[in-house]
Nanobody
């Protein structure tokens, strides 16, 4: 079992900042990619920022220069620092992980799956 738990959402005025965090736990062997997605009301879920293990971060054009994704491999955490927030950033933010986990019994095969957190609301007022 693997779980992703987000924290750090909330209400902020335009121009303000928030920091989201996501902690991965469970029978984790390795993490290939972790990232943040968001879904605004009436819109499809979209990628905000992802960071491959050992690779460079990839950002959506709409957040470049304002958001920064970082990871702490030892703690299996990923963070999203969001600055200069705009009302258009209002959405539910989801943590995602491409994670390989151990099986549930000795000798069980590894399993690589996509995992999602439950989401955290970010609201930016104008």
């Amino acid at each position: 079992q693997v779980q992703l738990v987000e924290s750090g959402g909330g209400l902020v005025q335009a121009g303000g900042s928030l920091r989201l965090s996501c902690a991965a736990s469970g029978r984790i062997r390795s993490i290939s990619i972790m990232g943040w997605y968001r879904q605004a009301p009436g819109k499809q879920r979209e990628s905000v920022a992802v960071i491959p293990d050992g690779g460079s971060a990839i950002y959506a054009d709409s957040v470049k220069g304002r958001f920064t994704i970082s990871e702490d491999n030892n703690k299996r955490m990923v963070h999203l620092q969001m600055n200069s927030l705009e009302p258009e950033d209002t959405a539910v933010y989801y943590c995602h992980g491409d994670i390989t986990s151990y099986g549930g019994w000795p000798g069980a095969p590894l399993a690589r799956d996509d995992y999602w957190g439950e989401g955290t609301q970010v609201t930016v007022s104008s």
